[in-house]
C-alpha cells in the first residue's frame, strides 16, 4: 500500500504564497499519477494540479495556472504545491491523492473518484 502525508498548510493573507508538501512512503512504486485536489466548504471536490511521475508532465486546472506549481524531489520521495498570488477563492483543505492509469493523459483528468490513496489533507485559509 501507500500512505501519504500532507503538511505546510496555514492563513495566510491574500496575495502571499505556501508551499504544501506530501510525503509518500510504502510501495509507491505500483502508481503513477500524483495529484492536489481541494475542497472548500460547500463546494466540489476539485483538482488543482497533478503530475505523472512516468513522463513528469504536469497538468493544472484554469484557475490556479500560472500561480500554482507542482514539482517532485525523487530523492525524498515528497511531491510539492508551490503556491503563490493566493486568494481568497483558495481557501480549502487540500489532499494529495494517487493513483496509477494505464494511459498517461488520465492523470489530468482530475477525476477524484479514480484515485486509489489519500492524504488526510492540509487546510489552506486565504484572508
Known amino acids: 500500500d501507500v500512505q501519504l502525508v500532507e503538511s505546510g498548510g496555514g492563513s495566510v493573507q491574500a496575495g502571499g504564497s505556501l508551499r504544501l508538501s506530501c510525503a509518500a512512503s510504502?510501495?509507491?512504486?505500483?502508481?503513477?499519477?500524483m495529484t492536489w485536489f481541494r475542497q472548500a466548504p460547500g463546494k466540489e471536490r476539485e483538482g488543482v494540479a497533478a503530475?505523472?511521475?512516468?513522463?513528469?508532465?504536469?497538468y493544472y486546472t484554469d484557475s490556479v495556472r500560472g500561480r500554482f506549481t507542482i514539482h517532485r524531489d525523487n530523492a525524498k520521495n515528497t511531491l510539492y504545491l508551490q503556491m503563490n498570488i493566493l486568494k481568497p477563492e483558495d481557501t480549502a483543505m487540500y489532499y494529495c491523492?494517487?493513483?496509477?492509469?494505464?494511459?498517461?493523459?488520465?492523470?489530468?483528468?482530475?477525476?477524484?473518484?479514480?484515485?486509489?490513496?489519500w492524504g488526510q489533507g492540509t487546510q489552506v485559509t486565504v484572508s
Open positions: 491523492a494517487a493513483s496509477r492509469f494505464s494511459e498517461a493523459a488520465s492523470c489530468g483528468g482530475f477525476s477524484w473518484y479514480q484515485f486509489a490513496f
Open positions: 503530475m505523472h511521475t512516468g513522463d513528469g508532465i504536469s
Open positions: 510504502g510501495y509507491t512504486t505500483i502508481t503513477n499519477c
